[in-house]
């Protein structure tokens, strides 16, 4: 018996799947001189595929990434060939001969030149503005007992300070990590062992997905978050979707703290269209639980466990870093 949470998410990848083939044979179709639209619609169908994977099924993550790095050698390698082409005109030369590569060739080269471009960082200005990053623009990992600001300049020159960008945090524990400086170009987060730590991001018009992870605080604004594998995790949140848990046990519900609301953050729940819907924090689809009774294992905290906490949001700003002592209060809330 699959549950409502289940059929949704399965009739959600399959609409993806063939928008994705759609989008593929559309950009294929494109001829050498569309290259920069073949590029923008690249980009526009990566960020799509980082979005849908908080309900693709691991599968159809790993082959459609597969596919779109396949197509996107495939453009660069046309778009270099054409800009040789175009060299070999203005030089004057004339070769006497020129033999066409089979297919085969083709594809390996243009297999190569991701693998290539990905390990040697596409140096040159005409690869940048054609490739699209192979890695989150913001990572940060392996922290342990600290206190880390999200640097706002961090953000590629290449993308610019206003272009969609994902974070990824991996490994973090007994630390806070706060994103709110970032979280304004934010398209997706993605959480990996984070254990007896707090996260704290402003709203974004995307997508977080927390995995493997343990005695932990989340204090996020996004349209769609996605919980996998994870205990004891007490969760802040602004969701204009249902929020979804997987494998995860003892997780606490409740709103985004309006002590954290200040006039820069209410800007960008404008700017996201965030607040345009309403928040459905409380709406959780727990995908391992089939019956009709609720689930045991989440809750929404009341309103009254929450008012110890209003003094503790606000130091979140101070500028001495009270780790221990905010990490003690959320843990024991």
């Known amino acids: 018996m699959a549950s409502a949470g289940s059929s949704a998410n399965a009739n959600a990848a399959a609409r993806f799947w063939d928008y994705f083939q759609q989008q593929k044979e559309a950009i294929n179709a494109l001829d050498t001189k569309s290259q920069n639209d073949a590029s923008q619609k690249i980009r526009e169908l990566d960020s799509s595929l980082r979005e849908a994977f908080i309900y693709l099924p691991p599968y159809d993550q790993k082959r459609l990434s597969k596919d779109l790095d396949e197509l996107r050698g495939q453009h660069q390698l046309q778009r270099r060939q054409e800009q040789q082409r175009g060299t070999s005109k203005q030089s004057g030369f004339k070769f006497k001969s020129a ?13 190569t030149a991701v693998a290539t471009e990905k390990l040697a960082g596409a140096d ?17 990992t392996d922290i342990s007992d600290s206190w880390v600001v999200a640097d706002e300049l961090m953000v590629s020159e290449n993308e610019g300070m206003h272009s969609p960008t994902d974070c990824e945090l991996r490994d973090i524990s007994n630390s806070i990590v706060d994103l ?3 979280s304004h170009s934010l398209r997706a987060l993605n959480c990996h062992r984070i254990q007896n730590s707090i996260i704290i991001s402003g709203p974004f018009a995307g997508s977080v997905t927390v995995r493997d992870s343990n005695s932990c605080t989340l204090v996020l604004g996004a349209r769609q978050f996605r919980l996998e594998s994870s205990q004891s995790v007490s969760v802040f949140l602004y969701c204009t979707s249902h929020p979804i848990i997987e494998r995860s046990s003892d997780v606490r519900f409740a709103p985004y703290p309006a002590e954290l609301r200040s006039p820069r953050v209410e800007q960008e729940f404008c700017a996201s269209q965030l607040s345009l819907q309403p928040n459905s924090f ?22 009254s466990s929450l008012q110890p906490l209003a003094d503790i949001w606000s130091l979140f700003d101070d500028a001495e870093k009270p780790r221990m002592l905010v990490l003690s209060a959320l843990k024991n809330s």
Not at 100 to 111: D, G, H, I, Q, S
Not at 282 to 301: C, E, I, T
């Open 99 to 111: 033999v066409a590569k089979p297919n085969t060739a083709l594809a390996t080269e243009a297999k």
């Open 124 to 140: 040159s200005s005409s690869t940048r503005a054609f490739q699209m990053p192979a890695r989150p623009s913001h990572r940060y």
């Open 180 to 182: 709110r400086p970032i």
């Open 282 to 303: 409380d709406q959780v689809d727990d995908f391992n639980w089939l019956k009709r009774q609720a689930s045991p294992n989440w809750s929404v905290q009341q309103a």
